[in-house]
């Protein structure tokens, strides 16, 4: 009810706007230089672009599909011949490019209101959040396992409706920068940060769908069909530094979406979670203690009686968790078969859990629900295709586990 309610109330206030789309609609495309493609324009530092003669006419048209098909047209005309004037075109962003593929995809659908301008119109149904997952249905049960490694981190994702989200984060550049990557070797800090892949796209998004003057608390979310769904980002701590990297991110990530309201927060007054766009975890070798991650004050981070980070609890061992301190809870495959004390974890050969297996790891699932916590598991085979399918209805059907930790969306959306 709520959900149709907000998709109707979206609708209204944007219909209202049809006469000025379909204007719009006719013209070219313009060529906007200020719009970045790799989002190098953002929010956290640098001066915001000024906007082009004309901005406040353009409104981006729709492609006229969304989701899944919209990604793999892109890719087929990043590589089709056709697409050769496009990459000419982009030959002078190169410097700071993620990929071809990533840039054709940003120009096309990504948030065309980097930075801030003046004139920049509100048509949230001319969004990147409508032009991506417009009919896309939410996946609420998948984790896009290492989502930075794919070739568009953060949007594939939610171009297939999935609603948790990771990046591997790095202490670089003297500690001023979290750079994305999987191996400390191979970081691009400038092109690859948080802040390019995941906080500054993600604050464009949130801002183009709630542009609206009306007073209100709710924010709409990154999914269209489900507006009131939060999205996941997982913060996987890869340095040593884990305080520096927690106050970094805190103090030049995080801050522009606190600031804005989307991020969700644990009320240190009501001791409750408060549900907003997008949901901060921690997982990896995070700071476990509230000193460290109220920054030492009673009144929370930035004195606001609030916590915007979440722990992903370790689910093999509830009993040590406090689970006022997260909202989900994660471990291994291996892990918890330990933890029940089923003595081979390799047990596993077999193309499905056994009913011995299940049975034992069923309490651990049912004690995190009554705290609260989702739950997920990782290092569950995938291969062959048969068992990881076996194993995904299990996990859902049986165990009854919130998140599946999933590397082939598409197989997922299928499922
Ligand atoms: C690194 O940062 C520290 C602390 O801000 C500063 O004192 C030092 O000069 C910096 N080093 C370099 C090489 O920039
Ligand atoms: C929490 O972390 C801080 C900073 O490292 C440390 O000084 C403090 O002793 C820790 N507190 C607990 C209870 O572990």
Known sequence: ???????????LSTSFLGLKLMQAEG???????SVSSSGSAAHVQGPSPSCPHGMKDYLPRKLGFTGAE???????????SSSQKMRMSLGSLTANANSLFYDNFMKLVGPQFLGSCEQRVCAPERSTVSRLTKDVNVLKHVHSHNDYWRSLPLFEALSYGVSSVEADVWLVQNNTELAVGHNEGFLE????NLETLYTGPLLSMLDEV????????????????????TLYLYIDFKSEDNIRTYDLLLTKYLKPLIDSGYLSYFDLETNSVIWNPITIVLTGDYPQNTTVLDHGNQDGYFHSMQRFAFLDAPLHKLDQVDA??????????????????????????????????????WPTIKQAHELNLKTRLWGVPDWPRYKRDNLWKQQLEYLQMDFLNVDDLAAISKF
């Open 189 to 192: 800090a400038e092109v690859r």
């Open 324 to 361: 006022t301190l997260s909202v989900v809870a994660s471990c291994s495959l291996e892990q918890l078969l330990e933890s029940c004390s089923f003595s081979d974890p390799y047990a596993q050969q077999s193309s499905e859990l056994s009913r011995e297996q299940l049975e034992c790891m």
């Open 27 to 33: 013209e070219a495309m313009p060529v906007n230089p």
């Open 210 to 229: 709630n542009c609206h003057d009306w007073d209100s608390d709710e924010k709409y979310g990154v999914f269209y069909n489900s507006p009131e769904t």
């Open 1 to 11: 009810m709520i959900k149709n309610l907000t998709i109707l109330v979206l609708f």
């Open 70 to 80: 919209l990604l793999n047209r892109i890719k087929e005309s990043t590589t089709s």
